[in-house]
């Protein structure tokens, strides 16, 4: 049995997975398999794999169109290994030593999750957007409340990470926020994450990507944010460390009333969210609005801010 299941969902892009796949075969760490399901609408994925002839290589053709993210599940079910490590098409490994890195993080088996450093690479643009380099106070900090990452996806992409495979999967009811979903879950159930500062994944990043067209969704953000503070019985947010969270998304799509919320999500808000609009609104969102804009104005200037 292999110690790692490298899992590719693929939809379409042959070339992308072509870049993907180059990156892994040139590994140092070479106990593993390649586990790919393909939710293609046709077989050019399948007919260049022939063409390989690499017996690490499983393939499994979708019989329907399963989408985003339950395809990422079936690469999931289908793995063999202890140890996933998911790689979604458009990225790939670093260098040659990557997977190495992976691996070692997950060497004492009380870490159920573990991650890299992450470079956000522009396919259209061929640059460097950023570097996910979290430090490890915030990591211990996300040990300590997995709850912390609805604040902000510290960890990155699930190419980042490395997992040890359970009956936790991928919420399909989720779009944007499935991944930080992902990890909570991983986390409240053992609580051990690991954390390498090297740079051993490339996040391959393109204007035709579902997260370019959900991140500025208001159903789908406003849902989806909602979604995990009840799902995991979140009650209160005002004066607590989701409070700035909630601010954020009501300026940012003009949220006036508890309607535009419940026109979106139609179940359980936390209990304190409709005070926000009520008889004092108004004040409250105009001196929002005008700190928001005063931040990103000074963001903007002066870039270090």
């Known amino acids: 049995m292999p110690k790692v299941s490298i899992c590719i969902p693929t939809y379409n892009n042959l070339e992308s ?95 159920s999750l573990a991650f890299v450093a992450s470079r956000n690479y522009h396919l259209d643009n061929k640059s460097v957007i950023s570097i996910n380099m979290p430090g490890m106070d915030v990591v211990s900090q996300i040990e300590y409340n997995p709850l912390l990452l609805i604040k902000g996806n510290y960890i990155g992409a699930p190419s980042a990470t490395i997992f040890r495979k359970s009956d936790i999967l991928f919420d399909s009811k989720l779009i944007w926020l499935v991944d930080i979903d992902f990890y909570i879950s991983l986390l409240l159930r053992n609580g051990k994450l690991n954390y390498s ?37 979140i009650i209160r947010v005002f004066n607590s460390e989701f409070h700035e969270n909630v601010q954020k998304l009501i300026l940012r799509f003009n949220l006036k009333f508890i309607t535009d919320i419940t026109k979106h999500y ?40």
């Open 266 to 305: 139609q179940y359980e808000l936390p209990k304190d969210i409709r005070l926000y609009f009520g008889w004092n609104y108004k004040i409250k969102y105009v001196l929002h609005k005008f700190r928001y804009r005063l931040s990103s104005f000074l963001s903007i200037k002066n870039p270090r801010l």
């Open 197 to 233: 500062t090297n740079d051993a994944i490339t996040i391959g990043i393109s204007n035709s990507q579902i997260t370019t067209h959900v991140i500025n969704d208001e159903k789908i953000n406003i849902f989806e944010f909602f979604y995990l503070l009840n799902k995991y019985s």
């Open 17 to 111: 997975l072509k870049r993907c796949l180059s990156s892994i075969l040139i590994q140092t760490f070479q106990d593993y398999e390649i586990v790919i399901t393909d939710d293609s609408n046709n077989d050019q994925i399948n007919m260049y794999l022939q063409t390989l002839s690499n017996s690490k290589i499983r393939y499994y053709k979708n019989t329907t169109q399963l989408g985003s993210p339950e395809n990422w599940n079936q690469a999931i079910r289908m793995s063999v290994a202890n140890l996933v490590k998911i790689m979604h098409h458009d990225d790939w490994f670093t260098h040659e030593k990557s997977l190495q890195i992976f691996y070692d993080l997950m060497h004492d088996s009380k870490f």
